[in-house]
């Protein structure tokens, strides 16, 4: 079945600390990943995507992320993190069913906390 | 690019009541659409989608429905909300395809008592 897992449910950092957040997917075919932040009460705005090509994709906020095919991962990262990164991230993965609609599916989230 | 307005932002309502929420979008045409779920920890459950007009595919049983009016409008409803209905609403866009980038709108927050 396809899935996604995020393992790490909140993350403590100091700020300026280097960041990872960890994602694992399960997908039977070629999957489409996504990283989204959160602000409490706001919706989700892209962070990065990966379709295909260069494994590791730069995103928005100086975030960038791995594909790595072997271990089935999707890790977000950030050397230097600032206190406006507290927020909850979203891992997903989707793909082209043959269809009009790509739907996806969603990790349970990360909530970043940063401590001064 | 595409903007994404939901409306109201919060409410609260009693049980048994009935639910309107309302999701527009500017700056693209023949979006496909969505309706998402989120509950504390559980992160966003797919409700409904639509690739058109009038067309709505659900993907979890519940006393929700769905309906889209117009090619840009996008509405969730119910007859007669359930404690359990609580939640972040979320609505989405994209342009099709299958592989294209969803985009959210700011959510609605929906409080049944």
């Known amino acids: 079945a396809q899935s996604v897992t995020q393992p790490d449910i909140h993350i403590t950092v100091s700020e300026g600390a280097s960041l990872e957040l960890r994602c694992n997917y399960s997908y039977g075919a070629t999957p489409y990943l996504f990283w989204y932040v959160q602000s409490p009460g706001q919706g989700l705005q892209l962070l990065l995507k990966y379709f295909s090509g260069d494994t590791l994709v730069q995103g928005i906020k100086g975030f960038e992320a791995e594909f790595k095919r072997s271990q089935s991962s999707f890790n977000l990262r950030k050397p230097s993190v600032h206190w406006s990164d507290a927020a909850e991230y979203f891992c997903?993965?989707?793909?082209?069913?043959?269809?009009?609609?790509?739907?996806?599916?969603f990790g349970k989230g990360t909530k970043l906390s940063v401590k001064p | 690019s595409q903007t994404i307005h939901q409306w109201p932002a919060t409410l609260v309502q009693p049980v048994g009541s009935p639910l309107s929420l309302e999701c527009t979008v500017e700056?693209?045409?023949?979006?496909?659409l969505y309706w998402y779920r989120q509950a504390a920890g559980r992160g966003l459950q797919l409700l409904f989608y639509s690739v058109g007009i009038g067309q709505i595919s659900s993907e979890v049983p519940q006393n929700l429905s769905a309906s889209r009016p117009q090619d840009r409008q996008f509405i969730l409803s119910s007859k007669k909300l359930l404690l359990s209905d609580s939640g972040f609403y979320l609505c989405a866009c994209d342009r099709g395809g299958g592989t294209d980038t969803q985009y959210f709108g700011p959510g609605t927050r929906l409080t049944v008592l």
């Open positions: 700056g693209t045409s023949n979006p496909n």
């Open positions: 997903a993965v989707g793909g082209n069913y043959g269809g009009s609609q790509g739907n996806l599916i």
